[in-house]
């Protein structure tokens, strides 16, 4: 409990199913909320992969001021560690001043220590006057869509535009709820392809079932064969592409840049006014490169890490040295397995 001034006194509490709706209706209002803060994204990871929730909530009075997404995870490679938000490029808290904040961070803190964790992660987008040391690997790429959808091609650099009217003359896309799973079978294809585990199918479908309408599947067609797929998670004026997949006949058909180009034009024909192109590893240079030539530009991202039994930053990307071998033999294993096995691994990589 903090106390502000002479009056306002902050209470911290676990979060309670009685706080949703005003979980919810704070979250739609925080100029810093992400489509990661939702309960729904919260929801989903619960009960796909069964994580301990530890939600903070912050209250002067009966109002709600700020609030903290959290899990508990019980990891094979790190051991307990607090996650805010597990299996999301963002996370971490929202409050309405620097005392909410610094009184979610404490609590925050003090769950960690009881939990035996050994560290606590928060994934924040925007840079905040915490002080915590951070992960520096990672950019973003945001940016505001132009107002009308014939605009959009226009606005991408020459060599990008050259490659989605070329794919544009072959390839075809649909946008539906029923392509979620053609999606996830490109998804795990790429991601087997890339040497990285794929998460579970549960999860896409909980997702899928926690935001309805503002879970997009977009598909992009080779004569009827699905080349390429991404789906999009939509939050107040903005999209929010986060899972993809794409065959190599697709890739060769220029099907990424038709992907988004033609996702861009249908979130601008929905009224939504942001893209939110999502996270890249700055040693990742294919994909960094390939948003860059979008027209986006790179902001970092502050995961910001309290140390609690750790002694160092945490590193479970897949720059580290330690998965290189992994990731050369996961590449060799059949796609059923890599399925199967993925979706058990991911469990402990959040």
């Known amino acids: 409990m903090i106390k502000i001034g002479t009056s306002q006194i902050i209470q911290v509490k676990a979060y309670v199913e009685a706080d949703a709706e005003a979980w919810q209706k704070y979250i739609r209002a925080h100029p810093s909320a992400t489509v990661f803060h939702m309960m729904a994204w919260c929801r989903a990871v619960e009960r796909t992969y069964g994580h301990r929730p530890m939600h903070l909530t912050a209250w ?3 109002c709600l001021v700020g609030v903290l997404p959290l899990f508990l995870v019980k990891s094979i490679f790190v051991g307990r560690v607090l996650v805010s938000v597990p299996y999301a490029t963002y996370g971490g808290i929202l409050a309405d001043s620097d005392e909410v904040t610094d009184s979610l961070l404490t609590a925050a803190e003090n769950l960690s220590a009881e939990s035996n964790a050994e560290y606590l992660e928060l994934r924040h987008r925007d840079e905040n006057n915490l002080n915590l040391p951070e992960i520096d690997r990672y950019d973003t790429f ?11 091609l ?5 060599k990008t535009r050259a490659a989605a009217r070329k794919g544009l003359k072959v390839l075809t896309v649909e946008i539906g709820s029923d392509l979620l799973d053609p999606v996830y079978d490109l998804y795990s294809y790429t991601m087997r392809r890339l040497g990285s585990p794929n998460f579970k199918r549960r999860l896409f479908h909980e997702l899928r079932n926690g935001y309805g309408e503002d879970c997009v599947c977009l598909v992009v067609k080779d004569g009827g064969k699905p080349v390429a797929g991404v789906i999009s998670y939509v939050f107040r004026d903005e999209i929010v592409p986060y899972f993809s997949g794409s065959l190599p006949d697709g890739m060769h058909k220029n099907a990424n840049n038709v992907m988004y180009l033609k996702l861009m034009e249908y979130a601008i024909e929905r009224g939504l006014r942001w893209f939110d192109f999502n996270r890249t590893r700055r040693d990742n240079q294919g994909p960094h490169a390939f948003k860059r030539y979008h027209g986006f ?7 910001q890490i309290s140390l609690n039994k750790a002694k160092e930053l945490p590193n479970l990307s897949p720059s580290n040295r330690k998965f290189a071998l992994a990731g050369r033999l996961w590449r060799k294993l059949p796609l059923c397995l890599t399925r ?6 991911t469990k402990w990589i959040p």
């Open 340 to 345: 199967s096995a993925g979706g058990r691994i």
């Open 297 to 303: 530009e790179p902001s970092p991202l502050h995961y």
């Open 60 to 62: 002067s009075g009966d």
């Open 154 to 158: 226009p606005s991408f650099p020459k």
């Open 142 to 152: 945001r940016k505001r869509l132009p107002d009308n959808a014939d605009d959009v």
